[in-house]
């Protein structure tokens, strides 16, 4: 749409249009000059085809109207007029100015704004200078000019008005209206014959919808009433005598003006002195079609319409022209070039400004509100604007008259990006994948290994056991260091030397321990050294007593009548041990029951010389636990003094107690380990009827050698393996 | 099936300890409700004899016999009463409301017995360890590996390559615990070359030890193993073969 200058013109009197003075003082064209700051594109003069426009009295000299000047937007800017030609105006013009009276006078009382006291005097101007033109002169012509002037000016005034639902004029009207207020500071010629219009009566006097005929004054239907006097009279007639057609008139375009839901003063005039039917008002026009009509606009001009037959032609004419205006200025909103089309329309029609190039270009080029291309404007559709052209569309965040479009969420992936999504998904796919194990291979071949190996020891184990075959020898060499030194140590003994002699190891390990400790019990007993047995693990008695009983019974008294002294159980540890260290009688209170009567052991033999714990002559400990041994060690050695200290142990805790007797100095003074150092003690004493080492060294020598054999072929069969593997490697790699 | 003449009990004894280590020595053939159910009686009569000496070497003669009077030691008032504090007090471990009560027992104990181990792992352990290392190697060591006429200039030789040897041993193994390494900017840390020509070299020596342990344990195993065959195969012989 082209940019249309929407100055509202100053309230001086001196800005009245040039048109308002060529209606005031000067005959009009035939054609109906139009001022010519007129922008084109504005409503083709309806008078072009016309008559001259009948002189319109001279402009008040007060200057433009108010209801001209006023810059509110309920102030209807007043339409460009002519003059009309036409000498005999018809009634239905007089009932037309009537209805603009009346129209007028609402729209006043609906702003409310401006001076009223200037729009009622205005008014009643009009109407003296109504009526008295219509006194003294040809009612027709002058109705003519002032019907023309009346039907624009009400068009003008349907464009500014605020606080009515009405359509917007187009865009030709208010350009029109604009031209029409930037010029003639007097006014419009055909305003000064409303001067003598009858003034409009008050809203309260305003009769029933109903009830609405011609000559009543006009109903205020919309909440602005007019606080004039409506003209009950015109000329010799009273309005109210006036009949007012109620045939409905023909399609607004014919009718040639277009209802904006209030009558102008000048229909109202008209319509009080009964020119005006009441079918030309009521009249639907074609432009508003959708619009929902105030019902009691449309009831108000019931009165005034106007039939079809009624209306002169050119303003048929001028409403074709106006609509050709709208196409063409759809059609400007595309192109820089003033549309010839509408300049025809002016040089045609009226004589109209020739707007400037750059004006066209000033048009916004991209205005989302742009109309449709080859067609007259974006016709809105819904809505309360329905119907209307080039109406700025609202806001889609704000009025949404359509399902709200919904948007996909899926992710849109480019190819590229696909491919590589995939690509990455293949690598952390092949790292969570597990290679596939030969693990049913595998644990076939481990077990038959296991159960050969298996297999294999027990044979080797079983068959000297079932033969009870004594072929291997014992060895026959010298024992070890610690052997010999446990010998001497024993050999030192005598019958009066008590030995402590500590169990500490568990029953699991009893045949084992049985096999190295019972030469050197042996030993012992035969040495005459008297025993006392302790031990800090409760079946430490029970064990003693069953080894005594297996390993020495047989060949000593002195076991089989339990002789030696069992102290027993003692608890707390480490703490047990020290305390045993430092005060063997506090820590180990003992009562033997002896004919009926208990006595403290401590104080029959052997323990009654016994006071320390460096009293006893020996301690010997027997354990499987080099933990145990440790504890003895740290704890009870560094109180034995001279007491020598020394162990039999199972040949597990054996490389953890030897550093102990190889310290200097000694910590352990000899020790005997496992069955090899029984068979040694066995073989060092030459005792036959010990006999426990020997009994088990067959299956000891032929388990031992299997064991190592397996052992052996299994390095050996791991060696070849890594060498073939290790041989396929360096020749795959000197193929690659 | 012949009877031996021996006690009832002890033949009882004798025919339950053969049935329960043929059913222990079924563990060969994987895990069974047999093996289980032996489990389950050992552990049962471990603890129930173990509670019986409990009572008949504690707590019968040191609290019962003292409270008594029957006691022949003489236990003086305080003693008896501080002993009967104490335990009173330990017990009330077996509550978790009452659990408290008995951490300055716990306290008690605990304190004493780390005080022991550690006074004794330094006193009976680590110096007599250390000072003793030089001198693993003896003489009579060597006379045993090379022969008794061995002269002293050799033998004193010997004693110093053995006696390195063992000294290389220990640092070496005590260097391949050694975790300290400088850091780089950039680059994994890395332990200085030396500590790490020690490490590898401690390594063989671990490695030696491990094998040692191995073997002992193994041999240990493999004679309770022949004994329990040696007892299965004599009951066998007495019951069926007189």
């Given amino acids: ?736 | 099936m012949i009877f031996p003449d021996i006690a009832p009990l002890e033949l009882l004894g004798t025919m339950i300890a053969f049935v329960i280590t043929v059913l222990i020595l079924l563990y060969a053939f994987g895990d069974n409700p047999a093996f289980r159910i032996t489990i389950h009686i050992f552990i049962g009569v471990a603890a129930g004899y173990a509670g019986g000496v409990a009572w008949h070497s504690i707590i019968r003669p040191y609290l019962i016999e003292p409270l008594s009077g029957q006691s022949l030691s003489p236990v003086s008032p305080f003693d008896l009463t501080l002993r009967l504090v104490l335990v009173m007090l330990l017990l009330t471990k077996l509550s978790s409301r009452t659990a408290f009560l008995g951490n300055p027992v716990s306290a008690y104990l605990v304190g004493i017995g780390a005080a022991s181990a550690i006074g004794g792992a330094i006193k009976g352990t680590i110096f007599s360890l250390a000072g003793g290392s030089g001198g693993v190697v003896t003489a009579n060591t060597i006379q045993l590996l090379f022969g008794e006429n061995i002269s002293n200039a050799p033998l004193i030789g010997l004693r110093l390559i053995f006696t390195g040897i063992m000294l290389l041993g220990t640092i070496s193994t005590l260097m391949f615990f050694h975790f300290s390494a400088k850091s780089i900017p950039n680059q994994t840390p890395v332990r200085h070359r030396l500590v790490t020509i020690l490490a590898w070299i401690g390594e063989g020596f671990i490695a030696i030890t491990f094998g040692v342990l191995f073997a002992g344990v193994y041999i240990a195993s493999l004679d309770a193993i022949i004994e329990r065959l040696n007892f299965l195969w004599s009951v066998i012989k007495t019951f069926f073969f007189g």
Avoid: C
């Fill in chain 1, 1 to 736: 749409m082209p940019d249309i200058d929407m100055d509202v013109p100053s309230e001086s009197e001196d800005e009245d249009s040039d048109w308002l003075k060529e209606l005031s003082g000067d005959d009009p064209s035939p054609d109906g000059e139009l001022p010519a700051e007129e922008s084109s594109g504005q409503v083709s003069d309806p008078q072009s085809s016309q008559d001259a426009p009948a002189e319109l009295p001279a402009p008040d000299d007060s200057g433009v109207p108010d209801w001209m000047i006023d810059g509110d937007a309920t102030e209807a800017p007043q339409a460009e007029t002519q003059s009309d030609e036409e000498n005999d105006p018809p009634d239905w013009l007089n009932s037309i100015r009537e209805a603009e009276n009346q129209s007028q006078a609402e729209e006043e009382l609906s702003a409310a704004q401006g001076p009223e006291e200037s729009d009622g005097d205005w008014l009643e101007r009009i109407r003296d200078s109504e009526q008295e033109r219509l006194a003294s002169e040809d009612p027709g012509e002058q109705e003519d000019e002032n019907f023309i002037a009346r039907i624009q000016s009400m068009e003008a005034s349907e464009e500014s008005s605020d606080g009515e639902d009405k359509e917007q004029p187009s865009a030709d009207l208010l350009a029109d209206d604009e031209t029409a207020q930037s010029e003639d500071d007097e006014g419009p010629d055909w305003l000064s014959g409303l001067l003598v219009a009858p003034p409009t009566p008050p809203p309260e006097d305003v009769p029933e919808e109903e009830d609405l005929v011609w000559e009543d004054p006009v109903p205020a239907s919309d909440d602005s009433g007019s606080t004039e006097e409506i003209p009950t009279q015109n000329g010799d007639q009273d309005l109210a005598d006036i009949p007012i057609e109620s045939e409905s008139p023909a399609t607004p375009e014919e009718a040639g003006f277009v209802d904006t839901g209030s009558l102008p003063s000048w229909l109202a005039d008209m319509k009080r002195t009964g020119s005006l039917d009441d079918a030309v008002l009521s009249s639907e026009p074609a432009s508003f079609a959708g619009e929902d009509e105030p019902a009691a606009q449309a009831d108000g001009l019931a009165d005034l319409e106007l039939t079809p037959g009624d209306l002169p032609d050119w303003i048929t004419e001028k409403s074709t022209d106006d609509e050709v205006d709208e196409e063409i200025l759809a059609e400007e909103e595309t192109s820089d070039e003033p549309p010839a089309e509408i300049e025809e329309t002016e040089t045609k029609d009226i004589a109209s400004a020739d707007m400037p190039k750059w004006l066209y270009g000033m048009r916004p080029i991209e205005s989302p509100y742009a109309p449709v291309e080859g067609g007259a404007g974006v016709e809105e559709t819904v809505g309360p604007l329905a119907g209307l052209l080039d109406v700025l569309p609202a806001e889609p965040e704000i009025v949404q008259f359509g399902k709200p479009p919904v948007y996909s969420m899926n992710l849109e992936v480019s190819n590229s990006q696909q491919q590589n999504a995939e690509l990455f998904e293949q690598i952390i796919s092949a790292d969570s994948q597990s290679l596939k194990s030969k693990t049913k291979a595998l644990a076939l071949t481990q077990g038959a290994l296991r159960w050969a190996i298996a297999g294999l020891i027990f044979v080797s184990l079983l068959v000297p056991v079932l033969s009870e075959s004594t072929s291997m020898p014992l060895p026959t060499a010298i024992p070890p260091e610690e052997i010999l030194i446990f010998q001497s140590l024993i050999k030192d003994l005598d019958q009066e030397d008590t030995v402590l002699v500590a169990f500490e190891y568990q029953p699991g390990m009893s045949g084992e321990m049985h096999a190295a400790a019972s030469a050197v019990f042996d030993h012992l007993l035969l040495q005459g050294a008297q025993l006392v047995l302790v031990s800090t693990q409760p079946t430490g008695p029970a064990l003693a007593d069953i080894f005594l009983d297996q390993t020495q019974a047989a060949q000593h008294r002195y076991v089989a009548e339990k002789s030696y002294r069992d102290l027993g159980y003692f608890s707390g540890g480490n703490t047990a041990l020290l305390n045993l260290a430092l005060n063997p009688r506090l820590a180990l209170p003992m009562t033997v029951t002896v004919e009926e009567t208990d006595l403290n052991a401590w104080d029959m033999p052997p323990l009654q010389s016994i006071n320390l714990i460096s009293d006893f002559s020996m301690l010997i400990v027997i354990t499987d636990d080099p933990e145990t041994a440790r504890n003895w060690i740290e704890q009870v050695q560094p109180s034995l003094g001279d007491t020598p200290l020394t162990m039999v142990l199972s040949a597990q805790a054996e490389p953890l107690v030897r550093p102990y007797f190889q310290s200097d100095p000694k910590k352990i003074n000899g020790y005997v380990s496992g069955l090899l150092g029984g068979a040694y003690y066995e073989s060092s004493i030459g005792r036959d009827h010990v006999r426990t080492a020997r009994l088990y060294w067959n299956s000891y020598s032929t388990g031992l050698g299997v064991t190592v054999f397996i052992i052996f072929m299994g390095s050996l069969a791991e060696t070849v393996s890594y060498l073939l593997s290790r041989r396929k490697r360096s020749s795959s790699k000197a193929q690659l």
